[in-house]
């Protein structure tokens, strides 16, 4: 498995914030759209907006965020499956894509060419899965900030030899 150098590391950490901040920015954006709608807002104007925004912004996004925590869980020391925190990010983050490309892409262009046109009911799915998402997210923050859980498994013999000995390795 190749290591990156500190400064590749300290790269990598920053695109993962950069992406996964701009994830939650475009998901609250989102929200603000369709809470927007709810209230009145001009449906011609709110829902093809939103349509834009999830094509051109949050779908990108996500699967940007996706393979830059892909790269920083195989290509850094916390590796993708030595950390139940990490796991479990990498877990919720490949359900949210799965959703964000699946379900909530195709239905927020539906909602924006409907428009005007759209029933209460469909307005709510420009609200409730942002709300869920959002939630998601800074879920996930937490598991980053907190790193609960410990271990999936306990570190080899020689990871937990220290560090004298295993120069002499």
């Given at each position: 498995?190749?290591?990156?150098?500190?400064?590749?590391?300290?790269?990598?950490?920053?695109?993962?914030?950069?992406?996964?901040?701009?994830?939650?920015?475009?998901?609250?954006?989102?929200?603000?759209?369709?809470?927007?709608?709810?209230?009145?807002?001009?449906?011609a104007v709110v829902y093809p907006a939103a349509g834009l925004l999830?094509?051109?912004?949050?779908?990108?996004?996500?699967?940007?965020?996706?393979?830059?925590?892909?790269?920083?869980?195989?290509?850094?020391?916390?590796?993708l499956l030595r950390w139940r925190w990490v796991l479990v990010k990498?877990?919720?983050?490949?359900?949210?894509?799965?959703?964000?490309?699946?379900?909530?892409?195709?239905?927020?262009?539906?909602?924006?060419?409907?428009?005007?046109?759209?029933?209460?009911?469909?307005?709510?799915?420009?609200?409730?899965?942002?709300?869920?998402?959002?939630?998601?997210?800074?879920?996930?923050?937490?598991?980053?900030?907190?790193?609960?859980?410990?271990?999936?498994?306990?570190?080899?013999?020689?990871?937990?030899?220290?560090?004298?000995?295993?120069?002499?390795?």
């Open positions: 498995m190749s290591r990156l150098s500190p400064a590749g590391r300290k790269a990598l950490l920053t695109l993962h914030l950069v992406t996964s901040l701009g994830w939650l920015g475009a998901d609250l954006v989102l929200l603000a759209l369709g809470v927007a709608g709810l209230c009145g807002a001009d449906p999830v094509t051109y912004l949050f779908a990108p996004l996500s699967v940007a965020v996706w393979l830059v925590g892909l790269a920083s869980a195989l290509l850094t020391p916390w590796g990498f877990a919720i983050t490949t359900a949210m894509l799965g959703l964000v490309l699946l379900l909530l892409t195709p239905t927020v262009r539906r909602l924006g060419t409907l428009g005007p046109d759209l029933a209460a009911r469909d307005r709510l799915d420009l609200v409730i899965p942002p709300m869920v998402s959002s939630t998601l997210l800074i879920v996930m923050t937490v598991l980053s900030t907190y790193k609960p859980w410990g271990r999936l498994r306990p570190a080899a013999p020689a990871a937990r030899l220290p560090a004298a000995l295993k120069r002499r390795n």
